[in-house]
């Protein structure tokens, strides 16, 4: 499934995230958190998390040659396939597979991946940096992140984790720690994301404290490659009748 991202500051949707979904013949429509860390488990998460790249890869492609704006494609990537010595290798494989710039693909690791072996991780992320790939940290906030790993880290953008943002507005708390990931965020020179946002004042909140970038129901579900190319044909009149 694909949920965009809109950019705060001008209102395009900039980027897209690829959510694995399992459509399961007896159970129906199985969603991640109940098999993924089970994948992670037997190892299976390395070839799944592989025909995920490749699948989010190829479609990006197809929709800029549908006509549509060149979007970034953001994929989830797991700790243990983050720990593949051949990542790198691998990833640079199915973009010249697949014919997607690397600057259209964003990887999203957690801070437990990254932070298990720091030392290995720099290395890795140097690597991934290089092909020009976008790099996020995905729900940030919730695990444990060294700050003085993080400031060497060649990375380009915090996620802020949804359990910070649904209480934004009530919780003062949450407010402090999204302003301040927000914060943090834009002295290191990257951007922020806030995700799971889905009311209006979520979204105020967030683009009154300049967060860079939003994702959630408010904007729209994760829908099927189908529906978002229909969703970027409706966008595209909005915007196409906004500049005449
Ligand atoms: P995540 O990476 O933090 O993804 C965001 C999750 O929040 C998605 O759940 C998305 O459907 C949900 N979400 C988005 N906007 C909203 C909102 O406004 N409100 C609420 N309540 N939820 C919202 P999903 O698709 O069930 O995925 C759950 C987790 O499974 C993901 O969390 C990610 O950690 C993992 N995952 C999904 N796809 C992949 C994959 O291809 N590879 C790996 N390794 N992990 C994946
Ligand atoms: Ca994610
Ligand atoms: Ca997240």
Known sequence: AYQPQ???????????????????????????????????????????????????????VAWQQEGHPQLRIAV?????????????????????????????????LTESAVMENPEEAILTLRQLKKMGVTLSIDDFGTGYSSLSHLKHFPIDRLKIDRSFVKHVTR???????????????HSMKLTV??????????????????CDTMQGYYLSR?????????????????????HT
């Not at 199985?30 to 790249?53: H, K, N, R, Y």
């Not at 994301?193 to 300049?210: D, P, T, Y």
């Open 171 to 185: 919780d003062q708390n949450d407010a402090t720690i999204a302003e301040a990931i927000i914060a943090l965020a």
């Open 193 to 210: 994301v806030a995700e799971g946002i889905e009311h209006g004042e979520q979204l105020e909140f967030m683009s009154q404290r300049r």
């Open 76 to 108: 989830n990537v797991s700790a243990r396939q983050f720990r593949q010595k051949n990542l790198g290798l691998r990833i640079e494989t199915i973009l010249a597979d697949t014919g997607l710039d690397p600057v259209l693909l964003e990887l999203e």
């Open 6 to 60: 809109m950019e705060l500051s001008t209102g395009h949707v900039a980027g897209i995230e690829a959510l694995l979904r399992w459509r399961h013949p007896d159970l129906g429509i199985v969603p991640p958190d109940s098999f993924i860390p089970i994948a992670e488990e037997t190892g299976l998460i390395v070839p799944l998390g592989e025909w995920v790249l490749a699948t989010a890869c190829r479609q990006a």
């Open 222 to 242: 994760p829908v099927t490659a189908d529906e978002f190319g229909e969703f970027l044909k409706k966008l595209g009149e909005v915007e196409g009748k906004g």
